[in-house]
């Protein structure tokens, strides 16, 4: 553990936005690790599981994390580390950096890159971009594409996707509300792609197939990429 346990808290904040957008994409994953490690008390793992939307649970989870102390932001930190975390989420692989230099750092040398150096979230830029120079699909270009796809969600998640049907099960069952399921396969679809995940690259995967889904509906996505 760090020298300064309050580093670790500090850590954890500043890339709180970055996570909640990560791990939004299966965010019952998520609790049921962070269930698994007991980081979270029985009243407040009822809270986060009564979040019906993937965001506000991610944020309840974290926040509820960062209020338990050190040893339970330490034992997140660990377990965003894991293979299973890692696998499920590849735009996780920025954390093992964040966690090997908290660790390996001491108070003065913390100190140091305050002073020398931009804070983390300053670091982060606001406009993700692909390795082509197009932007990245956001959050909300998502959602409204998950409010056009119908119930064949699971045919577009499979096929257009790629994304394996075992996994399209998972979604069904993790999520009651259909607009629910389709953006979680949608956020899904964004992490496993990483910088791929654009949204003229969203739209002509959708756009390939007759999948009943009116294309003037999601010519949005072409409009600022």
Known sequence: MADNPAAEIQLLRSQKAKLID?????????LQHADSRCLLSPNGYQ?????RV???KVTELLDHIIQRGPEAVQGLLELLNEPALQETFPMLSFTKDLHVDMLSSGIQETSRKRKSAPDLEDS???????????SLVKEKQLLIVARTIG???KVIGGLALDIPNVKLEQI?????????RVFAMLRHWRNSQRGKATASHLHS????????LPLENIDFLLEND
């Open 124 to 134: 982060v830029p606001s406009k993700q971009i692909s390795n082509n120079g197009s």
């Open 172 to 180: 069904e069952e993790d999520h009651s509300l259909h607009v629910d």
């Open 54 to 56: 993937p965001c506000e």
């Open 151 to 153: 119930r064949s969600w």
């Open 205 to 212: 995967l959708l756009s390939q197939g007759d999948f009943d």
């Open 22 to 30: 990560i791990l939004s994409g299966d965010a019952d994953f998520v």
């Open 47 to 51: 809270q986060v599981k009564a979040c």
